[in-house]
């Protein structure tokens, strides 16, 4: 089993919607957890890091679940330029990064 | 955010030629980083941890004579694909993590084999 799992998707919405993704992730000693976007032939961008008590950035917030060892994002008003996939990674101590397979999100006209 | 730069960004070789890549860290220090690769509509698969100063880590079922990788100093890894073959035709990306966990990522490299 993936240590890091999460839905492929796509994820097809129409602008203006709203959407969340969820990861799961099995490895409990897992310290830190970030979302990260990758367009098409591109490098993998850090979005925003997710804490426990949840944080906000603009139309995005995530959020982690220790307890229940998942992560969410969720974004508000889509735009077309949220097309994209979205990662999300888990670290431990050693910084060795475990990245789910992405979800794929398409926002259409 | 912090700066990884890569090069080159693109390259087309001939089978049985090496090729070396270069990660740098332009604004901070990165004793680790981290060597991957990804296939077309695929995820990001891990091959490697670089680290300075002492042999490289590298996951399982990635060859270590074929990937070879020096952490040469405290901002620069390099990635070496040894007598290259058309199978490792790949998009090669480094990332080098700061002290809080976040990884920051090069703009990776597009490496074509003929």
């Known amino acids: 089993r993936k240590e890091v799992e999460q839905d492929p998707g796509p994820f097809n919405v129409p602008e203006g919607a709203t959407v969340a993704f969820n990861c799961t992730y099995s490895n409990s000693a897992s310290q830190s957890f970030f979302w990260y976007r990758q367009d098409c032939r591109k490098e993998p961008k850090l979005l925003m890091s997710?804490?426990?008590s949840g944080n906000e950035d603009g139309r995005f917030t995530a959020q982690l679940n220790r307890a229940s060892q998942y992560i969410s994002l969720l974004i508000r008003d889509s735009k077309l330029s949220d097309s994209a996939t979205y990662l999300c990674v888990g670290t431990g101590g050693s910084y060795i990064p475990t990245f789910g397979r992405g979800t794929s999100l398409i926002v259409h006209p | 955010g912090a700066v990884v730069s890569q090069h080159p960004s693109w390259v087309i070789c001939k089978s049985g030629t090496s090729v070396k890549i270069e990660c740098r860290s332009l604004d901070f220090q990165a004793t680790t980083m981290f060597w991957y690769r990804q296939f077309p509509k695929q995820s990001l698969m891990l091959m490697a941890t670089?680290?300075?100063?002492?042999?490289?880590?590298?996951e399982q079922g990635v060859e270590k004579d074929k990937f070879l990788i020096n952490h040469a100093s405290l901002t620069l890894s390099t990635l070496t694909v040894t007598s290259a073959h058309p199978e490792d035709s790949s998009f090669y990306i480094c990332?080098?993590?700061?002290?809080?966990?976040?990884?920051?990522f090069g703009p990776g490299t597009r490496l074509t084999v003929t």
């Open positions: 997710v804490y426990s």
């Open positions: 670089s680290n300075e100063g002492s042999k490289a880590t590298y």
């Open positions: 990332s080098a993590p700061l002290p809080s966990h976040e990884q920051y």
